[in-house]
């Protein structure tokens, strides 16, 4: 279908802070062209993403058809889907319905959406193989860290035999703070709301759903289960008491909001000093457990819209190589 | 060449631990075939694996042939030369030419050998690039952690600017017990001998010239540089005292030897409590500063014969991808 040299054409479907991430990261990028940018108010076709950046940023509409999301999924020509509507883990939508549609009208599909995936995990990769399409979420487990390229492409010496992590930066930021002022736990949160650390809702963060949602993708994904929240052990950080914290500070430890993915658990749970988990601030970390390769850690910033774009830009880059049959792109 | 389901003919030039280690891991994989095995003293040619390990546990030569191991790369059959004699920085060699004739003798090389890589590396490239040849070097860098693999084929969706890392397992051994127990240097030194963490000879390690060997090959493959060690600031960790890491301890820092790919520098360096760097024991880490997905960090075992061999694995699986033409091998 495609020729080395020729451009890969793709949409953006949802326009918050990750979708005008990836807009940004790929307007200067030759070999992809942007055919449609949907919101939730309506579509710009063949856009001028610098325009529609700036029509974005000061509140105006970018709308300029009158075609939907859906219809730029069934109807534009592109290649592949860039899904990043927000995450619902209650029914996947609308985010399930883009995903599915555009795998059956022979889209790939890249996306940042939890839902969708925490929901049908299965039934959308069986869908992505049924129309020889690719499907594929780097961004939704550990933002900037390349925690599913790294298992599939670089440790292809080793048996994976689990992964335990820290994934979720606000709960790590609200430890790390707790523990190093000695801070209550609801003086911290408003802290990091204050920030735009934490959302100004921030259950899905704290009561640990955001790190069960990362959990069941890599179980799926990485351990080729077929799991759903209702199948993860989850106890989120509202209850730990600065107290708790100060003692275990006391004996060089620090606490922080594990999930286990073979285990299909998340809980706080104490991490020695100088142990690769042990990381402060707003950062993520995931251990691998290997056969062979011992424990490879990864640490990096966990969220954040240019972090999350340059997930997606790999996985554009990666399909587009698929695609072309290059295997040495510099770009 | 090669047709899916062929196997790929290696051979093992250099059967000390890091040998041993890859005939173990390959010996029960179905699509690779060993068809010689090179020690200082002879070769075993279509070896029986599981005996040759036996005896060179108890001290018996392996050699059942009169060639070298340079005849090996030069006359027998096959397609990838997995060379892991001792490192050599001073000249290279025997690493440097094995690898050279390999090259031009149309073999794909696998190596753990930083001595080549670190004299003549761009040479070896070139000649890669003219014999249409590939030649691998993970297991040279991070042992275990995928640092190569990270950053050319999981990290696409950014620009690479820098690398910084604690690259040597003794010397970062050898600071956390100093810092720990309050231990001066030639008592934590000997007692990591006895370990057998360092070396009867630790000069290599503890001067820091692995560290900058490391350095060297990095800047060279991910930078495009055309440096040797001569290039390379170089401070070790002999002259650091106890007080001095008490200090640091004191106001939640730990000392490492830092290896910055960028800058050309080795030296120890002050790293803050909770900062990804500030990892204990053997372990290394590396940190990849980026322009888009901020700075990531890869934690693991920087050496150990079966992490080795476990890259170099990872290094024969993807030649044999390429050879084969499949993307998607489960094994």
Do not use: W
Not at 85 to 109: F, S, W, Y
Not at 197 to 218: H, Q, W
Not at 227 to 251: H, N, Q, S, Y
Request: glycine fraction near 10%.
């Amino acid at each position: 279908m495609h020729k080395y040299g020729k451009r890969v054409k793709i949409s953006i479907i949802g326009f918050g802070a990750v979708g005008q991430g990836v807009a940004a990261v790929v307007k200067d990028i030759p070999f992809i062209e942007v055919t449609a940018i949907a919101d939730s108010k309506g579509v710009a076709i063949t856009p001028d993403i610098e325009e529609v950046l700036n029509r974005k940023r000061v509140g105006l509409p970018i709308s300029n058809s009158n075609l939907s999301a859906i219809d730029v999924i069934m109807k534009v020509d592109h290649d592949i889907t860039v899904e990043v509507t927000p995450t619902n883990i209650i029914d996947g939508e609308p985010g399930l319905m883009h995903i599915r549609e555009a795998l059956k009208h022979g889209r790939n599909v890249v996306t940042s959406n939890k839902g969708p995936l925490v929901k049908r995990f299965n039934e959308l990769m069986q869908l992505a193989s049924n129309y020889k399409v690719m499907l594929r979420y780097e961004a939704t487990v550990g933002g900037a860290m390349p925690m599913i390229n790294l298992v599939q492409e670089a440790l292809t010496g080793s048996k994976v035999r689990n992964i335990v992590g820290v994934f979720n930066g606000t709960c790590n930021y609200i430890l790390t703070r707790m523990t190093e002022e000695g801070l209550d736990y609801n003086h911290v949160l408003s802290e990091a709301q204050d920030m735009g650390i934490a959302e100004a809702d921030p259950t899905y963060d704290v009561m640990g759903i955001d790190t069960a949602s990362k959990v069941v993708i890599l179980a799926n994904s990485v351990f080729k289960q077929n799991v759903t929240l209702d199948d993860v052990d989850i106890t989120g950080i509202v209850k730990i008491t600065a107290d708790a914290l100060r003692l275990a500070k006391e004996r060089s430890y620090s606490v922080k909001l594990i999930g286990d993915v073979k285990g299909l658990k998340v809980s706080p749970m104490m991490v020695p000093a100088g142990h690769p988990l042990s990381v402060g601030g707003t950062l993520n970390a995931a251990s691998i457990m290997t056969d062979n390769a011992g424990e490879i850690t990864v640490t990096g910033k966990g969220a954040g819209s240019i972090e999350t774009a340059s997930a997606i830009l790999g996985d554009i880059i990666s399909i587009y190589k698929e695609l072309e049959g290059v295997d040495d792109l510099h770009c």
